[in-house]
């Protein structure tokens, strides 16, 4: 090989592998501070948060009804008590910001799962986490049916839906 062949191929190395570091760095840095929010969602949060809160939509006639979830709650973990209601569903579960059941919890994706309404039940779906979620010792593996008080294992922690 000339020397220019051999030139070339350090400098495509060293390329390749500089790319590696910094695409290792990125989902480091994701994992640690959460997805970026784009520069139109912060300030039209922070207009609704001038104005106050946002008023309620007027109740659901299924919410009223006996045997319907109205709430998310944590049973068991570092989070205990965390709760986040289901009138704002789709409910994210995760270590991120933008989680509206944030779990300190090292098992824990930044955007772990999601607990979602179609009709009159209740779904939960893991969104690609490293750890997985589980209902009982049942790794989920697409969008699975919850009812009142089924287990939902994310990471170390429970959730189950209440009334």
Same mark, same amino acid.
């Given at each position: 090989?000339?020397?220019?062949?051999?030139?070339?191929?350090?400098?495509?190395?060293?390329?390749?592998?500089?790319?590696?570091?910094?695409?290792?760095?990125?989902?480091?840095?994701?994992?640690?501070?959460?997805?970026?929010?784009?520069?139109?969602?912060?300030?039209?949060?922070?207009?609704?948060?001038?104005?106050?809160?946002?008023?309620?939509?007027?109740?659901?006639?299924? =919410?009223? &009804?006996?045997?319907? $979830? #109205?709430?998310?709650?944590?049973?068991?973990?570092?989070?205990? %008590?965390? @709760?986040?209601?289901?009138?704002?569903?789709?409910?994210?579960?995760?270590?991120?910001?933008?989680?509206?059941?944030?779990?300190?919890?090292?098992?824990?994706?930044?955007?772990?799962?999601?607990?979602?309404?179609?009709?009159?039940?209740?779904?939960?779906?893991?969104?690609?986490?490293?750890?997985?979620?589980?209902?009982? =010792?049942? &790794?989920?593996?697409? $969008? #699975?049916?919850?009812?009142?008080?089924?287990?939902?294992?994310? %990471?170390? @922690?429970?959730?189950?839906?209440?009334?």
């Amino acid at each position: 090989m000339s020397e220019l062949t051999f030139f070339l191929i350090r400098i495509a190395y060293l390329a390749i592998l500089w790319i590696f570091v910094l695409a290792a760095i990125s989902v480091i840095r994701s994992d640690m501070f959460g997805a970026r929010v784009p520069e139109s969602a912060r300030t039209a949060d922070a207009k609704q948060g001038k104005q106050g809160k946002a008023p309620k939509q007027p109740k659901q006639r299924a =919410s009223k &009804r006996r045997g319907v $979830p #109205t709430h998310v709650a944590v049973t068991q973990g570092s989070n205990v %008590g965390a @709760t986040a209601t289901l009138d704002r569903a789709p409910i994210l579960i995760g270590r991120g910001s933008d989680a509206a059941i944030r779990l300190d919890d090292d098992y824990v994706s930044t955007r772990h799962a999601r607990i979602a309404a179609s009709g009159d039940q209740w779904f939960v779906e893991d969104l690609g986490s490293t750890n997985g979620t589980y209902i009982g =010792s049942v &790794r989920l593996t697409q $969008p #699975t049916t919850i009812t009142l008080g089924t287990e939902v294992r994310i %990471g170390k @922690t429970i959730v189950e839906l209440r009334k």
